[in-house]
């Protein structure tokens, strides 16, 4: 019975387990970080004043030699070198370093002496069988000698191991030390060890004796184990043949432990082994030994076996006393705990120890010890923290004594939940706990103790959130959390032991309780409340196993009050009011019943915070008064305050502002009356605030000075720099400037007065609230150097978490405002925040920093510094094993990627930071992150992993029940839905957007509601609901005006004007535009900036007003060179190249465009420059530079491909396409077509798809491949209805009807060929009159003439070849009537000519001529040559007819002979499309064209950077009439190169 007994069956650790506990143990070391190295001095520091209550001079004087035991720094005490020499032991440094240091420790203690031994707890120390308490006890030198003897054992030096080892034996003989001479008496047993006789046995040995350097074995672990053995070796009969045995059962066993990797395990093993091997030896030295070892170990109570102890003598009744307690501490009994646990103790200690026996049991003594400490610790009424501080101190001596590591890890672990209990630093504080419990942690870990651990884990985080660390609490309670399930999951396979099961699940929901604890402090109210719930559901489950849960219901019940008081909070902070008015009701009910008072307060106080949350004053202060009033009963002066300042509120809250102050006024009385002079000052600082609610600033600064000089008198630093900082609150909430002023002064004159009295503490806090008022000020250069001064009298009075504190409390994420981040002020104090860093190791406050660095370098436009920064920051982080922050420098690095366009680095990282956040727990994170990923899939155009993480985003919205995050994903995924295009996808963002703005209204967020407004208007238009577009449209920029957020009023505007400039309406365009663009240019918002100014631009060609247009790009774009904004610039000229384009100016075109480019490179923006260079394309091909034109195409396509923009790559394509169609390579033309369909397709942009076969068809008709060109036309058809695209799917009607009129003339004319007579009646004209009726209703009711017109021509002609001459005729006049109508003299003329065609197909030879004579004149009046020529040609053809008609009487039949029909007027002798020029394309490309060179060449322009190409303009505006005339084209083609090929 060595140390409490653990509930849990023992389950032997596994490698997993191994590198767990490894883990935890780097946990626990650090959680010291805080700590000062040096132990804290046991009186109060000089400069401290009566900062804190002095500490009971034996509490602190004991609790310091402690923690000065635990230091394993300096030279100049044998404790500590010993100390060092063991950890260089067990860790393995080498055996050189040890023997030095254990040797420096002999010869250390031999020349000074050394420090005394602490004598056995309760004992007189004249009594045997303890130590001497005289200094000149051999306990450290006889320590040092087998220190000595451990550092020869480990080279096998078994002589001079056993040399050392017997001078200690003897120096302990010679002086009665009897727990010297155990230790030295295992110390010669190791040495035996390696002198055996057998290979078998030494290999034993050595295994052994290596492992138990490995675990650090003490002489108690060892005589333990040995003890063990011998009882083995005693049961298996005592005899050779029975070593036999035991020696094959011990090898089995260690083979077993070795496949197990239980160290522990194969050590007892071993240890049989070779008390098997000692006897078959027949070893006789090595064996007396062993029995003195363990004779001597039983009489001083190193070996504590239970099994052993008979009938009712005392260590029976002792031991039964203590299991007595134990099991009634597991059910909650603590009272009665505590009385079992002190009668074992009174045993212990008076029958035991008496005259008649002297007898120590220190082991179960001190398990008795510890039950007491558990069971005064766990008392209702409190009070009890010194009492279970000495059983614990009692404890640990005890256990060091005995080298019990396990039981000094218990002892160390309830000394550090002592110092955590004690109010006002008693017994210790936080900081004291963090380092009891590290060195606890790693006891726990040596001898592989994971409840223990468990336990420990959950002291260690409330310690850190006593020290307000949350980040680091967190990590503790989710390591906590980790490691009792593992252990719940080990028992529940075994069924024999359900109390195991329930006292496991009890720790797993205690450390639920911790992790929620810690996450409410670090603002995760949604994962604290989560956490908390699942708390409470363990403990109601477990109440409601009443059988399983039977002797621990009263232990439940208060672990559930205390869960219900988390669970409040929790819903107060995520603002469920309600559900907390009814936890909180039912708390206060239930503790007010069972007597709890601290609790019922507890919960009072909670009741009213509900009520102020709730706007209930009445109700708030009703609550808060009795809260107030229990704690007075209670005498905690903490707490009265909390709830007196809540009563004020509440009074406040009423408007009840004279009350608020009586009450503040009475308190003061009350205190004053008492001669509380402390609490007087307290409740000044109550009144001090109720001023400054009452806007009486000077008053509040006034009282807080007062409250500040009464602590002053009483020496209460922190008191008097509480009260300074109310004082400069009050000045910092005034309205006027001066107030600042005001604030500083009372910083400076409280700096002084600290000064004065020679308060380094005063003067280091002072300063701290002097930096804060500067960071108000908006100085923080100031504020970091301040810093840095109080910093160093944080590390001159050695208060190493002031030091932090300081550090985290200015130097943070908030240091440098964001309007003062391109400002030089912020990096000069970003760089002095650095050092102060750097000065005070401070890790974490150097990536903060570097964080800060990163924000800045942004806001200069240093995006490649900025990355570094943020990579120094990583790599901080991952240092520090921060997964949060490592996480959040991971995502802004992603957005600063994705703004690159460097979308697999940004991909990489937004997936690194979204595992980070998982690994975190962090849901929130972990969503914004998959976010960010999601918008590199959208923006690399892989819609398909962009909608793909959005749905798993949306579940983790929903998960989370965050209403504006989920509007803001639905609003996300619309744009998605509306880049890849189609009708259905149309549909889908339709509903999608409907969701997002019922969400979002539901948040009252009118940003999320008006972006939701503005992708439903999109929808719609994509849908083909004009109307609906524009009525949603106008609703989002009224909800934007309501909002009055700029970035929300731009977005309305912008899909406003999107939509009114794609139904035509180019002057609501215009003004939603220019208003977005005013907007954006304020904000500074460049992409919003160019998107308004192309609308602009596009509203001004729609309403033929392309000057306007260009005045517009051309103010854009000298405002950005007078800003030095390239960015905005560049988009400015493209902007100038696109007016330049509609109004046929190319040369001016490729200049801006190739100045845009240059732009763009040096931004390396590589997505935007290729669209330049796209446009470039039309250019160069509107200029006739065709080769030029196609390089450009190749260049566009390659940069798109580098930045994998798929989307880009199609849009390449298409302009390679133009340009060689414009060469008359169709075959390469249609290769290039086809890539982009395939594209399109694989991205799933139907719209691009549809465009891309429409194109397919075009190029087959008009590589006269008529077959394929129905089919292609066709495919496009049926895709653009799909997508409800009306406006195309017109148009490839129309492509349809003409590739069907073109194989039905491409038939005929083969058919002619060969001879054959015209028999049958092809489908083909039929097909084309279907196609061609569809083109023109759908034209029709898009109000579209012109296209009506074409139309109509080829219907005409699909009539006459139908043959449908009737129609034919009525088609045609329509034609004529609607050309005049629309005043088209072009189509007019065309009209005349094909209803000449149809009159003389009806054999009206008369009335053709006169319509072929019209249609002559007309296109002689327009110039146009070919439709002179053709009308001529046909009205040869009409006389002749004519001729024949007349010479030989002909009635039947026009244009033949002997039965034939000639039908000139139709498809084949007025062939195709009769309104343009001879040809639509231009050249074909040079066969033995040379790649260009394009690192010496502009792109665009194809010369040299530096050298004027194209005409020489003075300016790139010169322009005198608009649109562009005759005369000023042909001016400008006289001034360019010659066209090549062309």
């Not at 703004?899 to 997936?911: C, P």
């Not at 994509?1022 to 909002?1043: F, H, K, L, T």
């Not at 035509?1064 to 998107?1091: C, I, K, N, P």
């Amino acid at each position: 019975m060595g140390s409490p007994p653990s509930d849990d069956p023992p389950v032997p650790f596994s490698a997993s387990s191994s590198i767990h506990l490894l883990l935890l143990q780097g946990q626990l070391a650090a959680s010291t970080g805080a700590v000062p190295k040096s132990a804290p001095e046991a009186q109060p520091r000089p400069d401290d004043g009566a900062s804190r209550k002095v500490q009971a001079p034996s509490a602190a004087a004991e609790l310091s030699a402690v923690l000065a035991s635990l230091n394993s720094e300096g030279s100049d005490d044998c404790r500590v070198l010993l100390r060092r020499a063991s950890a260089s032991r067990q860790f393995g440094e080498g055996v050189e370093e040890e023997l030095r240091l254990a040797e420096d420790a002999l010869d250390l203690y031999r020349a000074e002496g050394g420090p005394q031994c602490p004598g056995t707890p309760g004992r007189p120390a004249q009594s045997s069988g303890g130590a001497s308490s005289s200094t000149s006890s051999p306990y450290w030198e006889a320590t040092a000698l087998c220190a000595v003897a451990e550092a020869h054992l480990g080279i096998e030096d078994h002589r001079a191991a056993l040399e050392s080892a017997e001078e200690a034996l003897a120096l302990c003989r010679s002086a009665s030390f009897r727990l010297g001479e155990a230790e030295a008496l295992a110390t010669v047993l190791k040495a035996h060890f390696l002198s055996a006789a057998s290979d078998g046995a030494k290999q034993v040995a050595r295994e052994l004796l290596t492992l138990l350097r490995e675990l650090g074995a003490t002489w108690g672990e060892v005589a333990s184990m040995m003890d063990e053995a011998d009882k083995r070796f005693a049961e298996a009969g005592g005899s050779q043949s029975a070593a036999s045995v035991l020696l094959g059962q011990a090898d089995e066993g260690a083979a077993a432990a070795r496949d197990a990797e239980s160290r522990w395990d194969l050590a007892r093993e071993l240890c049989t082994a070779l008390r098997g091997h000692l006897v078959l030896e027949g070893r006789q030295k090595p064996l007396r030994v062993l029995e003195e070892l363990l004779s001597l170990s039983r009489d001083i109570g190193a070996i504590w076996n239970e099994d052993g102890l008979q009938g009712d003598s005392p260590e029976a009744r002792a031991a039964a006393q203590t299991r007595s307690a134990e099991a009634q501490l597991a059910a909650g009994m603590s009272k009665e705990a505590r009385k079992s646990a002190a009668s074992a103790l009174r045993i212990f200690r008076e029958e035991l120890r008496g005259p008649a026996r002297h007898v120590v049991c220190r082991r179960g003594e001190a398990c008795a010890l510890l039950a007491l400490a558990r069971a005064a610790l766990a008392s209702p009424l409190g009070g009890r923290e010194s009492e279970a501080f000495s059983a614990a101190m009692d404890a640990l001596t005890l256990c060091r004594q005995v080298g019990d590591r396990k039981g000094e890890g218990f002892a160390l672990h309830m000394l550090a939940e002592t110092c955590l209990t004690s109010r006002e630093g008693a017994q210790g504080g936080a900081e004291d706990a963090l380092q009891l419990g590290s060195e606890a942690g790693r006891l726990f870990c040596d001898v592989e103790e994971r409840r223990g651990v468990a336990a420990l884990l959950g002291t260690i985080s409330r310690a850190h959130l006593a020290l307000d660390a949350p980040e680091e609490a967190m990590a503790a309670a989710r390591d906590a959390l980790a490691t009792f399930r593992e252990l719940a999951g080990q028992s529940s396979q075994s069924d024999d032991q359900p109390a195991a099961s329930v006292s496991l699940v009890m720790d797993e929901a205690s450390a639920l309780l911790s992790l929620a604890s810690a996450q409410m402090a670090l603002g995760q109210t949604a994962a604290g409340q989560s956490s908390a719930a699942e708390s409470l559901a363990l403990v109601r489950g477990l109440l409601d196993r009443a059988s399983e849960a039977e002797g621990v219901t009263e232990r439940l019940r208060s672990m559930e009050g205390d869960v219900l008081l988390v669970a409040v909070k929790a819903q107060i902070a995520c603002g469920q009011l309600d559900q907390a008015l009814q936890k909180a009701t039912e708390a206060h009910e239930r503790f007010r019943s069972e007597g709890e008072t601290a609790k019922e307060a507890a919960a009072l106080k909670l009741l009213a915070s509900v009520h102020l949350a709730k706007k209930e004053p009445k109700a708030a202060r009703a609550a808060a008064q009795q809260a107030l009033e229990l704690l007075q009963e209670l005498h905690d002066s903490a707490g009265e305050k909390d709830a007196l300042q809540m009563v004020v509120s509440a009074e406040l809250m009423g408007a009840d502002t004279g009350t608020a102050m009586q009450t503040a006024k009475n308190a003061v009385e009350r205190f004053k009356n008492e001669g509380d002079r402390r609490n007087e000052a307290l409740a000044l600082q109550t009144v001090a605030r109720t001023h400054i609610a009452k806007q009486e600033f000077l008053r509040a600064a006034r009282v807080a000075k007062d409250a500040q000089k009464i602590l002053g008198q009483l020496r209460d630093t922190e008191g008097e720099i509480e009260m300074l900082q109310t004082a400069v609150d009050a000045h910092l909430a005034r309205p006027e400037a001066e107030g600042k002023e005001d604030a500083l002064q009372a910083a400076t004159e409280g700096l002084a007065d600290f000064r004065k009295t020679s308060n380094l503490r005063g003067q280091a806090l002072a300063l701290v609230i002097l930096a804060k008022v500067y960071i108000v000020m908006e100085d923080p250069e100031t504020a970091a150097h301040i810093v840095r001064d109080a910093t160093g009298l944080f590390r001159d009075i050695g208060d190493r978490k002031g030091e932090m504190d300081t550090i985290r409390s200015i130097i943070n994420a908030d240091l440098i405002p964001p309007h003062l981040e391109s400002n030089d002020i912020a990096l000069r104090a970003v760089k002095a925040a650095l050092a102060v860093c750097h000065q005070a190791e401070d890790k974490k406050g150097q990536a903060v920093m570097l964080r800060c660095t990163f924000r800045i370098l942004l806001a200069r436009e240093k995006p490649e510094r900025a990355l570094q920064a943020a990579d120094e920051a990583i790599k901080i982080f991952r240092e520090l094993e921060d997964k949060r922050g490592e996480a959040e420098m991971q995502q802004l690095t992603a957005q600063v990627l994705l703004g690159r366009e460097e979308y697999r680095r940004a991909l990489l990282a937004s997936q690194a930071s979204a595992e980070l956040f998982r690994e975190a727990g962090d849901r929130a994170g972990e969503m914004s992150a998959m976010q960010t990923a999601m918008d590199v899939h959208a923006a690399r155009g892989d819609h398909a992993m962009a909608l793909q993480t959005s749905e798993e985003v949306l579940s983790m919205c929903r998960t989370l029940q965050d209403p504006a995050s989920e509007a803001n994903l639905l609003q996300r995924m619309c744009e998605v839905y509306l880049e890849q295009g189609g009708k259905d996808n149309a549909e889908v963002v339709a509903r999608t957007a409907k969701q997002a703005h019922s969400l979002a209204r539901a948040a009252n967020d009118l940003t999320a509601e008006t972006s939701a407004l503005a992708a439903l208007a999109r929808s719609h238009l994509a849908a083909s609901r004009p109307q609906e577009a524009v009525e949603v449209a106008r609703e989002a920029v009224r909800c934007a005006n309501d909002s009055g957020e700029r970035r929300s009023q731009i977005t309305a505007l912008q899909a406003f004007g999107d939509v009114s400039l794609k139904l035509g309406h180019a002057f609501d365009a215009l003004e939603a535009a220019s208003e977005a663009m005013e907007y954006a240019r304020f904000e500074g918002l460049v992409a919003q900036e160019a998107a308004a100014l192309s609308t602009v631009v596009a509203a001004r060609l729609q309403n033929a007003e392309p000057s306007e247009g260009l005045r517009a790009a051309k103010e854009a774009h000298d405002r950005a060179k007078r800003l030095g904004n390239i960015r905005s610039e560049a988009a400015a000229l493209q902007a100038v190249a696109s007016v330049c384009l509609h109004i046929k100016a190319p040369a001016e075109a490729i200049q801006a465009l190739d100045t845009a480019q240059s732009h763009y490179k040096k931004l390396k923006d590589r997505k935007k420059e290729a669209a330049v260079v796209g446009a470039a394309v039309q250019a160069q091909l509107l200029a006739g530079d065709a080769t030029q034109a196609l390089r450009a195409a190749k260049e566009a396509r390659a940069m798109s491909r580098e930045i994998r923009d798929r989307k880009g790559e199609a849009e390449a394509l298409d302009a390679a396409c133009q340009v060689h169609m414009a060469m008359k390579d169709f075959n390469e033309a249609l290769d290039c077509a086809k890539s982009m369909a395939v594209i399109f397709e694989e991205i799933g942009d139907d719209a691009g798809a549809a465009k891309s076969r429409f194109m397919v068809a075009t190029l087959y008709l008009s590589k006269n491949d008529a077959r394929a060109a129905v089919d292609a036309s066709e495919d496009a058809v049926v895709a653009y209805r799909n997508i409800g695209d009306q406006q195309a799917e017109a148009k490839a009607q129309h492509l349809a009807a003409q590739a069907y009129m073109q194989r039905y003339h491409d038939d005929e004319a083969s058919r002619r060929e060969r001879g054959m007579a015209r028999q049958h009646v092809s489908q083909d004209p039929k097909e084309a009159v279907r196609a061609a009726l569809r083109a023109r209703a759908l034209f029709r009711q898009l109000g579209n003439v012109a296209s009506e017109l074409e139309v109509l021509e080829t219907l005409s002609r699909a009539l006459i070849a139908k043959p449908d001459l009737r129609e034919g005729m009525k088609t045609a006049e329509e034609y004529m009537m609607l050309a005049k109508k629309s005043r088209d003299k072009l189509a007019e003329a065309n009209a005349n000519l094909i209803l000449s065609s149809a009159l003389a197909n009806d054999q009206k030879i008369v009335q053709a001529l006169r319509s072929a004579e019209v249609a002559r004149t007309m296109f002689r009046d327009l110039g146009h040559a070919d439709g002179t020529k053709e009308c001529e040609r046909f009205l040869n053809i009409l006389n002749q007819a004519a001729k024949e008609m007349g010479n030989q009487r002909m009635a039947s039949g026009y244009g033949g002979s002997g039965g034939g029909q000639i039908a000139p007027g139709g498809w084949g002798a007025l062939g195709g499309d009769r309104r343009g020029a001879v040809g639509r394309f231009g050249q074909r490309q040079e066969q033995n064209e040379k790649p260009p060179d394009h690192n010496s060449a502009s792109l665009i322009t194809g010369q040299r950077r530096g050298v004027r190409a194209g005409p020489e303009t003075a300016t790139l505006y010169n322009r005198k009439a608009f649109p562009w005339t005759p005369q000023q084209a042909d001016k400008a083609s006289a001034a360019s190169p010659p066209a090549q090929g062309i």
